[in-house]
């Protein structure tokens, strides 16, 4: 009896995480800040932001930023429109803040940065909502 109730305790766990992974359509806000990417701008990367929850706030990328060129940065989630709650800070290899989504009370769905200095940069995602979990995704551009 402990084994079959060992066994469907796994099995729910597992339709629990499922049903949940599946509220996240995060190729949605991916194909979202694509489309948002400006058409001068090639296209690098994609950072999903689904890891932010009330127990982990604070989530960190890497990469390599070239002197000379200029960035964007595009927010897409499920908060809203203007990106309330979800907070981008783009730091420099020294951890110097260079830029952020937020400022002034009010969000910003992207951040541009001209790049002075060949180096690692650090792309900082913290959350401030209420939701239990946050949804979205990140597209980083160059041009």
Do not use: W
Not at 7 to 20: E, H, T, Y
Not at 56 to 79: A, D, M, P, R, W
Not at 81 to 101: C, D, F, I, P
Request: positive net charge; charged residues 20%; aromatic residues 12%.
């Amino acid at each position: 009896m402990k084994k079959f109730i060992f066994i469907l305790g796994i099995a729910m766990a597992g339709i629990v995480n499922f049903s949940l992974a599946q509220d996240c359509e995060i190729d949605q806000y991916t194909k979202e800040c694509q489309a948002n990417l400006q058409d001068n701008y090639i296209y690098l990367k994609t950072f999903k932001i689904d890891e932010l929850n009330p127990s982990k706030k604070k989530v960190q990328h890497t990469y390599v930023f070239s002197k000379g060129k200029q960035y964007s940065l595009n927010i897409c989630s499920e908060t809203s429109a203007n990106q309330e709650g979800v907070v981008v800070n783009l730091y420099n290899s020294r951890r110097k803040l260079l830029g952020s989504n937020y400022s002034k009370g009010k969000y910003q769905d992207k951040i541009v940065y001209t790049c002075g200095a060949t180096g690692l940069y650090y792309i900082v995602y913290t959350y401030n909502g209420d939701s239990k979990k946050l949804c979205g995704s990140s597209v980083l551009g160059m041009k």
